[in-house]
C-alpha cells in the first residue's frame, strides 16, 4: 500500500466516521443520561434521510438545508417517543426496555416499509460527484459537507453541553438523577430534550449522508449497529469518547474494506467491539462520563 | 411467583368432598393450572384438523405451535434466568443450518438432525456463555455482544460457501416420506410441531419447579444477592443459555424443514428475531409458565389476520404489528396475558376458599 493510497483511505475512513460520530453522539447522550440503549436510534438516521429525499423531491430544497427541518420533525418525534413510551419504563427490568425500544424500532421500520415502500430512492444533486483534489489526494466534495457539518454540530453540542444552563443541567441529571431532582432541576424535561436532541442530531447524520447514499427503510439498523460499537469504544454515556470513537470506527472500517473487500468490512467493526466487549467493556475513557 | 397460600384449606373434611378437594388443591396451585391450561389450548390445537381445511390456515398454526416452542426457548433463559439474551436467533439460525446441512450434504434423516441440530446450538451457547462469562459481560454489554456475535455470523454465513454462502439453501426435496420428514399434506407438520410444544410446555414446568428454576429466578432478581446466598451464578447463567439454546436449535431444525429454506439475511435478522422469538412470550407474559403459548396463540394468528386487513400483506404489515405488540404489551400489559389471568384467577380462588370455608 503506497502512501497516497494509505493517506486517501484515511481520509475516506474520516469522512466516514464523521457521521458516525454524530450518530454515535446522539445515542451515548441518551444512554448517559438515561441508561437506555436506545435500539431504535438507527431508525432516526433513516427518517432523517427521507426527511431530506421528501425536502427535495418535494420543494426543491437542497439537502443541506434540509438538516434543520429534519432536526425539528425527529426532535418532536423522539421527544414524543421517550415522554410516551420510554419514561414508563425508566425503573423498569432492562430487559422490559430494551423490548421497548426494539418494539419502536420494528414500527418505524414497518411503517416506512408501508408508506414509503421498501425500493432504494437517492436524490441527485449537481455536485455530487464533484471532487477537489488536493496533494494527489481526492476530496469528495459532499462527503467533504458532511464531514465538516457533523464536526461543526458536534462541538457546537459541545459546547451547548459545557457552557449552558441546560448543558449543566443535561450533565448533572446523567451524573445522578436523585441529586439533580432536589436541586430543583426538572428531570422529566431533561430526559424529553435529551433523547429529542439524541435523535435530532442523529437525524441530521442521516440528512448529511443523503447526497451520495441510497436509502431504504432498513438502512437505519447497520448504521444503529456501528452507533454501538462506536459508543462502548468510546465508554457508554462519554461525549468525546463516542465522537472520536466514530472518526476510529470510520478509519478501520475503511482500511478493512479497502483490504478486505467492502461486504466483508462489518466484520472488523464487529471484531473490535467484540475485544473491547471482552477486554475493555470500560471503552477507551475509563469511567469518565460526560 | 405464584405463592398461592393452599394452608386455608382445612385438612378434615367429609369423606365426599376428598375428590372435589383434590381438585380444589390442583386449581389453587397457579403453576399447575398454568402448565393444564398450556396443555389444554394444545390439546385443542390437535383437534384444529378436524375443521381446519384450508393449507393457509394450516400453516398458521403449524407456526403457532413452532413459534410456542422457540418461544419456550427464550422464556426459560430470558424469562426466568433474566439474561438479556436479545438475539437469540442465532440459535434458531444455527439450528437452521445444521438440520439443512446434514439433510442435503450427509443425507441424515431429519429426525436425528434436528436433534444434532439442537446439540450445535447449545455448543454455541456454551461457547458464549463461557466467553461472556470469563470477560465478566452482563446486562448491557451481554445484550450488545449477541447482537455482534449475530451481525457477525451473518457475514461469515455469507461468506461461507458450505452452507450455500449468500444464496442460502433449499432443502433437497425427495418424494413425499416420512423418514425425510417430507409430508404432502399439512397435518403431520402440526402434530411435530405440536409435540414439540407439548415437550416443551413440559420441560419448562419442571425446570420451574425445580431448584435450579429457583435459582434462575434468584439470579434474575439480583445476582449478587444469589450469588451471596450462594448460587453458583455462574453454573446456572451457563445452564440457562445452553438449555434455552438447545432448545431453540431443535426449533430452529422444525423451522427449515416446514420452510424448507435458509439464507443469512432471513435468519440472522432482528425483525424474524421479533417475530418467533419475542413477541409470543412477551405478549403472554415473560417468566411466567403459560407465557410462551398464550402469547403465540395471538401472536401469529392475530399478525396474519391484520395483514389480511390492511391491505393484503402490503410490505412492511407484518413490522407494524409485531412492533406494536412489543410496545403495547410492555406499556400496558407489563405481566402479558398470563399477568391478567392471574389477576382474575386470584379474584376466582380467592371466592373458592371463602366458600370451601363457609362449606364447613
Given at each position: 500500500?503506497?502512501?497516497?493510497?494509505?493517506?486517501?483511505?484515511i481520509?475516506?475512513?474520516?469522512?466516514?466516521g464523521?457521521?458516525?460520530a454524530l450518530?454515535?453522539?446522539?445515542?451515548?447522550?441518551i444512554?448517559?443520561?438515561?441508561?437506555i440503549?436506545?435500539?431504535?436510534h438507527?431508525e432516526?438516521?433513516?427518517?432523517?434521510?427521507?426527511?431530506?429525499?421528501f425536502a427535495?423531491?418535494l420543494a426543491?430544497i437542497?439537502?443541506?438545508?434540509?438538516?434543520?427541518?429534519a432536526a425539528?420533525?425527529?426532535?418532536?418525534?423522539?421527544?414524543?417517543?421517550?415522554s410516551?413510551?420510554?419514561?414508563?419504563v425508566l425503573?423498569?427490568h432492562?430487559?422490559?426496555?430494551?423490548?421497548l425500544l426494539?418494539?419502536v424500532?420494528?414500527?418505524i421500520?414497518?411503517?416506512?416499509?408501508?408508506?414509503?415502500?421498501?425500493?432504494?430512492?437517492?436524490?441527485?444533486?449537481?455536485?455530487?460527484t464533484?471532487v477537489i483534489?488536493?496533494a494527489?489526494?481526492?476530496f469528495s466534495v459532499?462527503?467533504?459537507?458532511?464531514f465538516f457539518?457533523a464536526?461543526v454540530i458536534?462541538?457546537a453540542?459541545?459546547?451547548?453541553?459545557?457552557?449552558?444552563?441546560?448543558?449543566?443541567?443535561?450533565?448533572?441529571v446523567?451524573?445522578?438523577?436523585?441529586?439533580?431532582?432536589?436541586?430543583?432541576?426538572?428531570?422529566?424535561?431533561i430526559?424529553l430534550?435529551t433523547?429529542g436532541?439524541g435523535?435530532?442530531?442523529t437525524?441530521?447524520g442521516g440528512?448529511l449522508?443523503t447526497p451520495?447514499?441510497?436509502?431504504i427503510p432498513?438502512?437505519?439498523?447497520g448504521?444503529?449497529?456501528?452507533?454501538?460499537v462506536v459508543?462502548?469504544?468510546?465508554?457508554?454515556?462519554?461525549f468525546?469518547g463516542?465522537?472520536?470513537g466514530?472518526?476510529?470506527i470510520?478509519?478501520?472500517?475503511a482500511?478493512a474494506?479497502f483490504?478486505?473487500?467492502?461486504?466483508?468490512?462489518?466484520?472488523?467493526?464487529?471484531?473490535?467491539?467484540?475485544?473491547i466487549l471482552?477486554?475493555?467493556p470500560?471503552?477507551?475513557f475509563g469511567?469518565?462520563?460526560? | 411467583?405464584?405463592?398461592?397460600?393452599?394452608?386455608?384449606?382445612?385438612?378434615s373434611k367429609?369423606?365426599v368432598?376428598?375428590r372435589?378437594?383434590?381438585l380444589?388443591?390442583?386449581?389453587l396451585?397457579?403453576?399447575l393450572?398454568?402448565?393444564a391450561?398450556?396443555?389444554a389450548?394444545?390439546a385443542?390445537?390437535?383437534?384444529?384438523?378436524?375443521?381446519?381445511r384450508?393449507?393457509?390456515y394450516?400453516g398458521?398454526?403449524?407456526?403457532?405451535a413452532?413459534?410456542?416452542?422457540i418461544?419456550?426457548?427464550?422464556?426459560i433463559v430470558?424469562?426466568?434466568?433474566?439474561q438479556l439474551?436479545?438475539?437469540?436467533i442465532?440459535?434458531?439460525?444455527?439450528g437452521?443450518?445444521?438440520?439443512?446441512?446434514?439433510?442435503?450434504?450427509?443425507g441424515?434423516t431429519?429426525?436425528?438432525?434436528?436433534?444434532?441440530?439442537?446439540l450445535?446450538?447449545?455448543?454455541?451457547?456454551?461457547g458464549?456463555a463461557?466467553?461472556?462469562?470469563?470477560?465478566g459481560?452482563?446486562a448491557?454489554y451481554?445484550a450488545?455482544?449477541t447482537i455482534a456475535?449475530?451481525?457477525?455470523?451473518?457475514?461469515i454465513?455469507?461468506?461461507?460457501?458450505?452452507v450455500?454462502?449468500?444464496?442460502?439453501?433449499?432443502?433437497r426435496?425427495?418424494n413425499?416420506?416420512w423418514q425425510?420428514m417430507?409430508?404432502?399434506?399439512?397435518e403431520p407438520?402440526?402434530?411435530?410441531a405440536?409435540?414439540?410444544?407439548v415437550?416443551?410446555?413440559?420441560i419448562?414446568?419442571?425446570?420451574?419447579r425445580?431448584?435450579m428454576?429457583?435459582y434462575?429466578?434468584?439470579?434474575?432478581?439480583?445476582?449478587?444477592?444469589?450469588a451471596?446466598l450462594g448460587v453458583?451464578?455462574?453454573?446456572?447463567?451457563t445452564?440457562?443459555v445452553v438449555?434455552g439454546?438447545a432448545l431453540?436449535?431443535?426449533?430452529g431444525?422444525?423451522?427449515?424443514m416446514?420452510v424448507?429454506?435458509?439464507?443469512?439475511?432471513?435468519v440472522?435478522?432482528l425483525?424474524?428475531?421479533?417475530e418467533?422469538?419475542?413477541?409470543?412470550?412477551?405478549?403472554?407474559?415473560?417468566?411466567s409458565?403459560?407465557?410462551?403459548?398464550?402469547g403465540?396463540?395471538?401472536?401469529?394468528?392475530l399478525a396474519?389476520l391484520?395483514?389480511?386487513f390492511?391491505?393484503g400483506?402490503?410490505?412492511?404489515?407484518?413490522?407494524?404489528?409485531?412492533?406494536?405488540f412489543?410496545i403495547?404489551?410492555?406499556v400496558?400489559?407489563?405481566r402479558g396475558?398470563?399477568?391478567?389471568?392471574?389477576t382474575?384467577?386470584?379474584?376466582l380462588t380467592?371466592?373458592?376458599r371463602?366458600d370451601?370455608?363457609g362449606g364447613?
Amino acid at each position: 500500500m503506497d502512501l497516497q493510497i494509505f493517506f486517501q483511505t484515511i481520509i475516506n475512513g474520516l469522512f466516514t466516521g464523521g457521521i458516525y460520530a454524530l450518530v454515535a453522539i446522539g445515542l451515548t447522550m441518551i444512554y448517559g443520561v438515561m441508561l437506555i440503549l436506545n435500539f431504535a436510534h438507527g431508525e432516526f438516521l433513516m427518517l432523517g434521510m427521507y426527511v431530506a429525499y421528501f425536502a427535495f423531491t418535494l420543494a426543491g430544497i437542497d439537502p443541506y438545508l434540509a438538516a434543520p427541518i429534519a432536526a425539528l420533525l425527529i426532535f418532536a418525534l423522539g421527544a414524543l417517543i421517550q415522554s410516551a413510551l420510554v419514561q414508563r419504563v425508566l425503573d423498569a427490568h432492562p430487559l422490559n426496555q430494551i423490548i421497548l425500544l426494539l418494539g419502536v424500532s420494528t414500527l418505524i421500520i414497518g411503517l416506512a416499509q408501508f408508506f414509503l415502500t421498501a425500493e432504494a430512492r437517492s436524490i441527485h444533486v449537481s455536485y455530487e460527484t464533484a471532487v477537489i483534489t488536493f496533494a494527489g489526494l481526492r476530496f469528495s466534495v459532499p462527503r467533504m459537507i458532511a464531514f465538516f457539518s457533523a464536526m461543526v454540530i458536534a462541538v457546537a453540542l459541545y459546547l451547548f453541553l459545557q457552557l449552558t444552563k441546560t448543558g449543566k443541567a443535561i450533565r448533572a441529571v446523567s451524573q445522578s438523577r436523585d441529586a439533580s431532582t432536589l436541586m430543583g432541576i426538572n428531570v422529566k424535561f431533561i430526559y424529553l430534550l435529551t433523547f429529542g436532541i439524541g435523535a435530532a442530531v442523529t437525524a441530521v447524520g442521516g440528512v448529511l449522508l443523503t447526497p451520495n447514499y441510497k436509502m431504504i427503510p432498513t438502512v437505519g439498523q447497520g448504521f444503529g449497529v456501528i452507533a454501538f460499537v462506536v459508543v462502548v469504544l468510546g465508554t457508554m454515556g462519554n461525549f468525546i469518547g463516542a465522537f472520536l470513537g466514530g472518526l476510529i470506527i470510520g478509519v478501520v472500517e475503511a482500511f478493512a474494506g479497502f483490504i478486505f473487500g467492502g461486504d466483508v468490512k462489518i466484520i472488523a467493526s464487529m471484531l473490535v467491539f467484540i475485544l473491547i466487549l471482552l477486554l475493555k467493556p470500560a471503552g477507551l475513557f475509563g469511567r469518565k462520563r460526560t | 411467583m405464584s405463592t398461592t397460600p393452599t394452608s386455608q384449606l382445612s385438612e378434615s373434611k367429609p369423606v365426599v368432598q376428598k375428590r372435589m378437594s383434590r381438585l380444589r388443591t390442583f386449581f389453587l396451585d397457579w403453576d399447575l393450572s398454568q402448565l393444564a391450561l398450556s396443555l389444554a389450548l394444545l390439546a385443542l390445537l390437535a383437534l384444529a384438523p378436524l375443521f381446519v381445511r384450508s393449507p393457509y390456515y394450516m400453516g398458521i398454526l403449524i407456526l403457532t405451535a413452532m413459534y410456542m416452542f422457540i418461544g419456550i426457548s427464550w422464556n426459560i433463559v430470558a424469562g426466568f434466568a433474566g439474561q438479556l439474551l436479545i438475539a437469540q436467533i442465532i440459535f434458531v439460525a444455527t439450528g437452521a443450518y445444521t438440520a439443512i446441512v446434514l439433510n442435503n450434504t450427509f443425507g441424515v434423516t431429519p429426525w436425528i438432525g434436528i436433534l444434532i441440530a439442537g446439540l450445535t446450538a447449545a455448543v454455541l451457547g456454551y461457547g458464549v456463555a463461557l466467553i461472556t462469562l470469563r470477560y465478566g459481560l452482563k446486562a448491557d454489554y451481554f445484550a450488545l455482544f449477541t447482537i455482534a456475535l449475530m451481525v457477525t455470523m451473518k457475514t461469515i454465513f455469507l461468506k461461507w460457501d458450505f452452507v450455500g454462502g449468500a444464496i442460502g439453501m433449499g432443502l433437497r426435496l425427495s418424494n413425499p416420506t416420512w423418514q425425510k420428514m417430507i409430508f404432502r399434506a399439512k397435518e403431520p407438520y402440526l402434530y411435530i410441531a405440536l409435540a414439540l410444544a407439548v415437550i416443551g410446555v413440559i420441560i419448562q414446568y419442571l425446570i420451574y419447579r425445580s431448584k435450579m428454576g429457583k435459582y434462575f429466578m434468584a439470579i434474575r432478581e439480583d445476582e449478587s444477592a444469589a450469588a451471596a446466598l450462594g448460587v453458583n451464578t455462574s453454573l446456572y447463567k451457563t445452564l440457562a443459555v445452553v438449555i434455552g439454546a438447545a432448545l431453540a436449535g431443535i426449533g430452529g431444525g422444525f423451522y427449515v424443514m416446514y420452510v424448507t429454506f435458509v439464507e443469512p439475511p432471513q435468519v440472522f435478522d432482528l425483525g424474524l428475531n421479533v417475530e418467533i422469538v419475542m413477541a409470543g412470550p412477551i405478549i403472554g407474559g415473560l417468566g411466567s409458565l403459560a407465557g410462551p403459548v398464550l402469547g403465540a396463540l395471538v401472536n401469529k394468528p392475530l399478525a396474519e389476520l391484520i395483514r389480511g386487513f390492511l391491505a393484503g400483506g402490503r410490505s412492511g404489515t407484518s413490522l407494524i404489528v409485531y412492533g406494536s405488540f412489543l410496545i403495547l404489551a410492555i406499556v400496558f400489559m407489563p405481566r402479558g396475558l398470563a399477568g391478567v389471568f392471574h389477576t382474575l384467577y386470584l379474584k376466582l380462588t380467592r371466592r373458592m376458599r371463602q366458600d370451601s370455608q363457609g362449606g364447613m
